[in-house]
């Protein structure tokens, strides 16, 4: 009975319920950071990472929020001194706006990456 019990706890445990869209509500759950680089991620992934390529693609990797600082992508806490958050939307160029062809970013999106780097420590 025990391990009849112990066989059933451990095939119950999963990220997410395997019958609901789950992930694609909430996002991957190995992310490491606040509340802000949870809904800035899917983001970074629909939206940067598909048209970079060569050192740009480890973005993908960076699942851990402090990555973005250490690789100087953000400054924590400084979204007008961070270059991923200057190059989104230069106030410089229109043309300079990303992404590169495309309709900029909604609003709803460019402040989520900006709350995101805002509350970056």
């Not at 950071?33 to 970079?52: D, K, L, T």
Request: hydrophobic share 35%.
């Amino acid at each position: 009975m025990k391990i009849l019990f112990l066989v059933l706890a451990l095939a119950s445990c999963q990220t997410y319920n395997s019958n609901t869209d789950d992930e694609a509500k909430y996002g991957p759950t190995d992310l490491v950071g606040g509340a802000e680089f949870v809904v800035a991620f899917p983001i970074i992934q629909s939206r940067c990472i598909n048209c970079h390529t060569g050192y740009h693609n480890a973005w993908s990797n960076y699942k851990d929020s402090r990555d973005w600082v250490t690789n100087n992508l953000i400054v924590g806490g400084d979204p007008d001194n961070s270059d991923f958050i200057v190059r989104i939307f230069n106030h410089g160029s229109a043309t300079s706006n990303m992404p590169m062809g495309g309709s900029p970013l909604p609003a709803s999106e460019y402040n989520a990456l900006v709350d995101w780097v805002t509350n970056e420590p």
